[in-house]
């Protein structure tokens, strides 16, 4: 089979990880460091908070946007944020896609907000922001998108969305950008993560970038960074070395085990090393060579090609679905939509409605193997057996 997807892997990180292994500090110590000064370069130097994993990071961006179980002198936690921000309240709701995996919408119930599901785009598979917009209410305090597939979302056309929001109700919603797919994409120019939304990213196996598993929260305050790697380890602040961090330090606002190691962390800079020449690049060549060979083929709808997609996914829509994947696997093609749609689920059926663009592209959309390791040879095969037709 030609594979969907496939782990990369630098030749380097056996080796590195072996130091780790052998140095006897395997826990969040100066490789975590250096990684996330590594990160930092290519967001927000200190805005970076590397996690164990994606869905972590989005825990950790629902909890910064939530005021502290208790006061403390240490963080006014909204006094970084909107003036008139007026806190996360039981009721409020986070407007979202369900076409994501559930690691973006669990989060959201685990945070005791609500979810008031938005239909999605169907030329860009992203959220629809004429829905957003008439979805907007005095509820409405989180707005969670999703780059799908490392295709940008219109992020101008948020903020305007953003303004309206606060000329009707007073206030601005807080934006949460899903950046699993997106690592490497660009929105005018300027990278995904650096657009001042709380952005979050995955580390997991497959992804652009993989540390074997983790991820990162990249933050648009620097207070909002500093908390955030508060949290992550418990709510003790393991930078501070005026006092014996495990026994000394008062914890005035509880966290999490969220932290990444540096086992994890060796593996993430080996490859990020070789992310953008080794893997981006070549996905995007791919995706360039499939829009152009499959533009006009019967039974195939394009999906809109936004500037700065770095196509985790290629996906587009096909006539009759099940017939398509049948003759891709009887070809030794794997194809699949990759994720079900979370509104179907029975632990959210309470905000289910009518999603009308969603009810039909699920029965149309399908993603091909466009990866890094997607050979010359094979893409075109692949546009060979899809141009037969099925």
Known sequence: MISLFKVYMSKHAN???GKVLDSGFIGQGPKVKEFEDELGKRFIRDHV??????????????????SPDINTKNF???AYWESNWPGIQDGDEALCTPLTCTATNFPVLANGINIKWVDVDKKTLNMCLVDLERKLSPKTKVIYVVHWGGNPIDLDGLKRIQEKCKKLYGFKPAIIEDCAHAFGAKYKGQPIGTHGNLCTFSFQAIKHLTSGDGGMLVTPHLEMAKRAKILRWYGIDREDNRKDFRCEADIPEWGYKFHMNDINASIGLCNLREVDENVIKKNIDNAHFYQKE????????LIKETPGCSYWLYTML?????????????????VSRVHE???????????RCSLPTLDKVVNEMICIPNGWWVTKEQREYIIDCIKQGW
């Open 318 to 334: 096909v006539d009759d679905q099940p017939g398509f994947m049948k003759m891709m696997e009887e070809k030794g093609i794997m």
């Open 294 to 301: 499959l533009d006009g083929v019967n039974g195939v709808e």
């Open 341 to 351: 749609r979370n509104d179907k689920h029975t632990c959210v059926s309470e905000y």
């Open 76 to 78: 006014d936690s909204m």
């Open 15 to 17: 080796k590195e990880v």
């Open 49 to 66: 908070v590397t996690v164990n994993s994606g869905t972590s990071a989005e825990h950790l961006a629902l909890r910064l946007l939530k």
